[in-house]
Each structure stands twice: as C-alpha cells, then as structure tokens.
C-alpha cells in the first residue's frame, strides 16, 4: 500500500499562492480517532485568516501544514469493528486546524466525537458545506441567543456561509429575524425565513431597525463600523454576539458603555449536534447553499473568491471519488 497521499499544503504565512501541491505522509490513526477518505472539503474565512498568518496561525508549529476543517467522505479505518461509524460509511463533520490535519487532503484522521452519519439527501459537496458553518450557527443562535417566539434577531451578513443558517436556525425556532445582505442576496435571505431583509449597498440598518434582543454579528468592525453601530439597535441589555476572528477588539468595552451584553463565539466540532441537524436536514426544515464546486488543484482561487466577500452560501472542494 502506498504511505503517502496528496494534499494542498501552504507552505508558509502569505496570500493564495502559498498553497501548493505536495505529497504528504498519510495520517495514523490512533485512539478514537477515524481515518476518513475526503471526497469533498469547504473553504472557510478561518481557513484564509490562517493561511495569511491570523487567525489561528499563531498554534501552528511549523510550515508548510494542511488547512480545512470541513470534510465528507468515506470512512476507511475505525476504532473498532463494532463502531457505529464503520468501515463504507458516509461521514461529515470537521477537524480542529493545527491540532489535527486538515480536510485539504486526500485522508483525514478525525476524533469519532467530530463526526456524523451524512444525511443520504446531500451529495458529498453539500454535506461538506455545513458542519463548520452550521455548528457556528446553531452555538450562536440556539446555545447562546437562545432563539425563540417573539424574539427580535438581527443576523448580519445573512446570504453568507455561516448567516444562511443562521437565518434558517433563529427563523425556525421562532424569532421574528432581520437580516443584512447584498441587494443581489434580498430575495434569497427573504427566502430563508428573514422577516425583513436590509441591503447594506442602499440602507443603513440603524436607520430601519432598533429594539433587537440579540445582534448576531458576522461580520465586526472591519467594514462601516458594522459592530459599533449594532450596539445602538439593540434593547438596554440585549446581546451582541461576535464571531469572526480578530473583527472586533474593543468589542467588550463598546457594549458596556453601551449598557448591553457581549460574548465572542468560537465553533467547536460537535457530532452529536451535527447529527440534530442532519435530521432537520433530512426533513427539509434546513438547507445548505453551495455557491460552486472547484477541484482541491483550486484552492488558491477559492481562497481568493471567498476573501472577495461576496459568496453565497459555501465554496466547495472536490477532493476524491467515492
């Protein structure tokens, strides 16, 4: 059997053109851990932050290293014969990058508690565009928000990976919701089950809306001063959430001048949670978008469409075949 597999590796902090094409050592599994065949992986912005020397990048130990947390596959090797995710199933979820290999490969080694059965109605580019947004979304939303009927929910950024599901996610358990978007995205983000949906490009939301409960801010402070002006529509007390890496840094001491509440949102990797949304999924109470499907070879430039900023939904990697 071969020992080595390929993956787009960056081979050092900097733009695009820092991943390459490499041959690398296949993954070991050890402990609960599986060994998953990648068929398809999605491109995050933690992934860019990371590979441009942010993000998470201050965790890595050396270069060049595999970037991707999403993946959907086949499993190839279990912890044992007996486990419910055995050898010939489909599988989704996402990694932890630097701790484990990422997703940009054709082999990933994830802990079983990362993992999920694939919903049979998704191909394995669909499947792969949810965990990382989709758990970002429900921690926000359901875990911390705590959605519900007659909550007033202001998502920005609500056409994007992360906020198409979160529209879908606080719509569903009842908040009245309204989200900003492009004006090419109104209809789409109406679709999802926004109440009202504001285009950034003609209207500024503070003139249209005021009394949230909670502001699920996707986006920070790095474009109009989004997060500052999110803290003035929000009810005494209400809470801001923040997820984007590094977007915010005064973030805490802004909405306590402000008299409200504010928390930062990790993701962290959640099967259990996953396969809640896999039923949800199955039911058609939830969908992923995926804006396009490129080949690992391209990942430079789905790097480059994301850092653009105005991709609907997920950018998708076709890694293998099944």
Not at 201 to 213: A, H, I, K, L, N
């Amino acid at each position: 059997m071969t020992t080595t597999m390929r993956a787009m590796v960056a081979t050092g902090p900097g733009g695009p053109d820092v991943l390459h094409e490499a041959e690398v050592p296949l993954p070991v599994r050890a402990n609960a851990e599986v060994v998953v065949k990648v068929l398809a992986a999605s491109v995050n912005p933690i992934d860019a932050k990371t590979r441009a020397g942010r993000g998470v990048a201050g965790a890595i130990g050396s270069w060049p290293v595999i970037l991707g947390n999403d993946l959907a596959g086949i499993v190839v090797e279990s912890p044992y014969e007996a486990h419910p995710l055995a050898v010939g199933h489909a599988v989704y979820g996402m990694t932890m990058v630097p701790r484990f290999g990422g997703s940009y490969a054709e082999f990933a080694t994830v802990p079983e508690l990362f993992l999920a059965p694939k919903p049979e109605s998704l191909s394995f580019e669909e499947a792969a565009a949810v965990p990382l947004a989709a758990l970002t979304a429900w921690g926000m939303v359901v875990d911390v928000a705590r959605a519900h009927e007659g909550q007033r929910m202001l998502i920005h950024a609500g056409a994007g990976g992360v906020g198409h599901l979160a529209v879908q996610l606080a719509s569903f358990f009842g908040a009245h919701v309204v989200a900003t978007c492009s004006a090419r995205n109104v209809s789409f983000v109406r679709e999802l089950g926004a109440a009202h949906v504001i285009d950034y490009t003609s209207s500024r939301f503070d003139d249209e809306e005021s009394g949230f409960d909670v502001v699920v801010d996707l986006v920070g402070n790095v474009h109009d001063d989004t997060g500052s002006r999110s803290l003035r529509v929000l009810r005494p007390g209400g809470l801001v959430i923040n997820a984007p890496t590094g977007s915010w840094p005064t973030l805490h001491d802004e909405a306590e001048a402000a008299g409200v509440r504010a928390t930062g949102y990790k993701v962290s990797p959640n099967g259990a949670t996953l396969a809640v949304m896999s039923r949800m999924i199955e039911a058609g109470d939830l969908r992923v978008h995926v804006d396009r499907v490129l080949p690992l070879a391209e990942v430079a430039e789905a790097h480059r469409l994301l850092e653009d900023g105005h991709t609907r939904g997920k950018i998708v990697l076709r890694v293998g075949e099944a």
